[in-house]
């Protein structure tokens, strides 16, 4: 890590940052909005489940979305200017759509991440240029961009920022654009939300839309059990940590991180591994395309939820999202072996979904006990 110089002044900085302003702007404009797909399940008569399909973006995620409104915020408060090498802490998937903005303004990035990502994940953000520095220990992560900072990095800080650098109130927003495509739907006006926490940036971001627009819709966070945002959101303490690692990437998070709003979530579900790998291979059979981990998390949330709503006759909708491909587990959650050896045997937990969704009721697999 080599310190840079201080940044330029004067109407040459200004003029740098208008141009990159328009850079983003111009993406955004190319950028179709992601598809929301319909699913109709046997067991679950008179409620539509709906999942936006954010792995259609440019970098393959959800955090696209995000990515691009951390340098927007950064450009906006002066903080990252010409020549800047830039530097974030990530599982993955933020630091490929960062490292992918950071080519098209013309920025080195440096991934900060853990070394257990997977391997797909690393060889996707150093094909766009950028580098990653591996940690060992995933706690230390924000420690280590935090060292790149102090060397003269902007450091977008995902985990610090995101519930703040994207415009809740709308601005094609991912809460404004699920409510836009619902608008002609049987129920235009979801009974619940449905999405993993990471940095807690897209729960926020929905939760206050919500509020906002006056919506009697819910918000539920979809978390792998034993995460520190389950025991916060319980205990109301941003103290709590992990109880028990996941493989998830993503989400399930080992701090409550700044983003996290407990205030704003209605509904905590906690989903073992095991079901979320599981429901990765339900989601291929009904979409015909292969999702990561974090949707398969959300999968198993919305069945939960729909089962309650089945058996108090309600009827409505159910919006999730869907995170990431599933190719970038080739390696690590779509890998037999790879999941034998870490003592993940998903077959039984499909099994119990699919009969879930057969007939409305909920069945648990032998990995829930």
Known sequence: MTHVDGP????????????????????????????????????????????KDEAAHPTGSLKHRLARSLYLYALCNGRLHAGQPVVDASSGSTAISEAWFARLLGLSFTAVMPAGTAPRKIADVEALGAHCDLVADPAMVHER????????????????LAERATDWRGNNN????????????????????????????????????????????????????????????????????????????????????????FEIVDEVVEVADVESIAAMQVLERHLGRRYGGSSGTNLVACLRLAVRMRARGERGSIVSLLCDP????????????????????????????????????????????
């Open 174 to 261: 991912i809460a404004e654009s699920i409510l836009g495509q619902l608008a002609g739907e049987p129920h235009p006006e979801p009974a619940w939300i449905v999405c993993g926490i990471g940095t807690g940036g897209t729960s926020t971001t929905i939760g206050r839309y919500l509020r906002y627009r006056g919506l009697r819709t819910r918000l539920c966070a979809a978390a792998p059990t034993g995460s520190a945002f389950v025991h916060g959101w319980h205990g109301r303490d941003r103290t709590a940590v992990c109880s028990r690692p996941t493989v998830i990437e993503g989400i399930g998070r080992p701090r409550v991180e700044p983003g996290f709003l």
């Open 145 to 160: 961009a935090a060292r790149h900072a102090a060397a003269g990095a902007c450091h977008l800080d995902q985990f610090g």
């Open 8 to 51: 330029p002044h004067g109407a040459d900085a200004r003029a740098w940052i208008s141009h990159a302003l328009a850079l983003l702007r111009q993406e955004a404009a190319r950028s179709a909005d992601t598809h929301l797909l319909k699913l109709a399940f046997a067991g679950f008569p008179g409620i539509d489940f709906y999942f």
């Open 326 to 369: 599933g190719e970038r587990y080739d390696a690590t959650l779509s890998n037999p072996d790879w999941l034998r050896r870490n003592g993940l045997e998903p077959a039984a937990a499909a099994d119990a979904l699919r009969a879930t969704i057969a007939s409305g009721r909920w069945h648990p697999s032998a990995d829930e006990g």
